[in-house]
């Protein structure tokens, strides 16, 4: 009888090496979370003539009944202050098409600048509505909890827009993607 011996592949000996707390865990745990593919999204707000706005996947649905989606906010952020001063904010699911808008408010355009990318209506909240979006919403937060230097927003949708026909744009190993069917 011939034995075999199980071969370990370069991925499966990192998986184990590392510890709780380490800086190869916290390096590994990136890299996992970027092979994690997620819709590019936008969460704006506006407050008098001051409008502000950040690209974010770190989003999902919370709830159907009632309606209820859960974004995350960088808690030091002007953004993540002027969401809460409001009570409210609206919400953008960025089609395959937005991409210089997902890189305007992923910081690579100074933020007084963001909203000359993309085409930009308002709610009738006064909160930037994004034209040409799979999918987006005017929110009221429901709730919020602050976490490990963000908050966790909670938004009920009283308004909304659907494009179902367009293809999301989503974000995957740090560039930009397309959904294709299998």
Known sequence: MTRTTPRTTPATATQTKTEAGS??????????????????????????????????TATFSLNVNPPRILVSVAATSALAAMVQRKGAFSFAMLAEDQATVADAFAGKTAAERRFEHGDWAQWSSGHPRLLGAVA??????????????????????????????????????????????L
Do not use: K
């Open 136 to 181: 987006s919403m005017d929110c009221v937060v429901a709730g919020e909890i602050e976490l490990e230097g963000h908050i966790l927003f909670v938004g009920a949708p009283h308004q909304m827009a659907l494009d179902a026909g367009r293809p999301p744009l989503v974000w995957h190993h740090r560039r930009y993607n397309s959904v294709q069917p």
């Open 23 to 56: 800086e190869d865990l916290r390096h590994m745990f990136r890299e996992a979370m970027a092979s994690l593919a997620a819709t590019a999204c936008l969460v704006t707000a506006r407050e008098g003539d001051r409008r502000l706005g950040r690209t974010v």
